[in-house]
């Protein structure tokens, strides 16, 4: 037995104990509204993305006395823990996710070990791995619905970045209430969107449950923004409002999304010209990327730019824009479609 496992007694009374407290704490309403806004139904099967780090357990812990008032035998829950290798603590992290997993007795827990690329942007290739480890489990158990702890801090420090970076809603879609995932009808929904990251960890001190954060995590650009005090200071400010944006947001993209599914159907990758003249901006940015994917090819953000500027500016004479395998966007008086180069 590791010391992931002394963590918590897997008894009884400890689950009931841990079950009252988070079933009757005000957080529990604010994570109901959280799952109700993503779309996740009260029966509905739910997988749960969890590490050892406080976000997520905090999440475990609250969804599973929000369910428990359905689901009496949380059976419609599953527990997953991404060990990726990186660091010797990675697995005891996983373990601590299992311990509670186990302690609230939930039957499908399991800890995956995956492989990441150690060349180029490693993080990146982390959560790449991640996601798409989380994306076969739930498909192998069935579940539409996987449940991320991304929470106010992260919304108000992907804004920030996103500022920084020059980009629009496409840049916090990452960080909306539910987003579909690219060739499946899955989708990852966010539940803790309205609450911050020192009320998730009151929450698990006040419960008497331990975490362990990745160390890592303040090691890149969202650490910067949490370790120096000006900046922390902006973020904490930040999140109190930031869950409403990202729920308004989420709002927007799917009103954005609908138009894009109206002006380009099924199995098309052209739009006339007459139709991108009536739409807003921002959804021809996004018809222009969806034309461009249903092609079978990939746009960069400087040329997707351009296009975008191209349409909107009214621009009739043939521009065309590369976008991977041979072939490129085309913008004309016609309309706008995806060719092989040269033609």
């Known amino acids: 037995m590791g010391d992931a496992d002394k963590l918590l007694p897997t008894n009884d009374s400890m689950r009931a104990r841990l079950m009252l407290a988070a079933s009757r704490h005000p957080l529990a309403a604010r994570v109901a509204r959280g799952l109700a806004i993503a779309g996740v139904g009260e029966h509905e099967p739910l997988l749960l993305l969890v590490s050892g780090g406080g976000d997520s357990l905090a999440m475990l812990l609250l969804v599973a006395a929000v369910r428990e008032r359905t689901d009496a035998t949380l059976g419609s829950l599953a527990v997953l823990s991404i060990d990726h290798g990186l660091r010797d603590e990675s697995r005891e992290e996983c373990g601590v996710a299992m311990a509670l997993a186990r302690t609230l007795a939930i039957a499908q827990a399991e800890v995956v070990r995956v492989s990441v690329t150690r060349d180029g942007n490693l993080l990146h290739e982390a959560r790449l791995a991640r996601y798409d480890a989380a994306l076969r489990h739930a498909r192998a158990l069935g579940m539409m619905a996987i449940a991320v702890a991304h929470q106010a801090d992260d919304v108000a420090e992907g804004l920030v970045l996103a500022l920084e970076r020059g980009g629009g809603l496409d840049s916090v879609e990452e960080l909306l209430p539910s987003r579909g995932v690219p060739d499946g009808p899955e989708r990852v929904v966010r539940p803790l969107l309205r609450v911050t990251r020192g009320e998730l960890r009151a929450f698990l001190a006040e419960v008497g449950v331990a975490w362990r954060d990745d160390p890592s995590n303040d090691t890149h650009a969202r650490g910067a923004l949490r370790t120096a005090p000006d900046t922390r200071a902006l973020i904490e400010r930040m999140a109190r409002g930031a869950g409403r944006l990202a729920e308004e947001a989420g709002t927007l993209a799917a009103w954005r999304d609908g ?47 351009s296009a975008v500027a191209a349409v909107v500016g009214q621009d009739r004479s043939p521009r065309s824009y590369p976008c991977g395998d041979g072939l490129q966007l085309v913008v004309d008086a016609r309309g706008v479609r995806v060719t092989a180069q040269g033609r």
Request: proline share 6%.
């Open 259 to 305: 138009e894009v599914r109206r002006l380009l159907p099924e199995g098309t990758c052209e739009v006339a010209r007459e139709a991108l003249d009536r739409a807003p901006t921002p959804v021809v940015g996004a018809l222009l990327r969806a034309i461009v994917h249903a092609g079978g090819g990939d746009i960069g953000r400087s040329a997707l730019e």
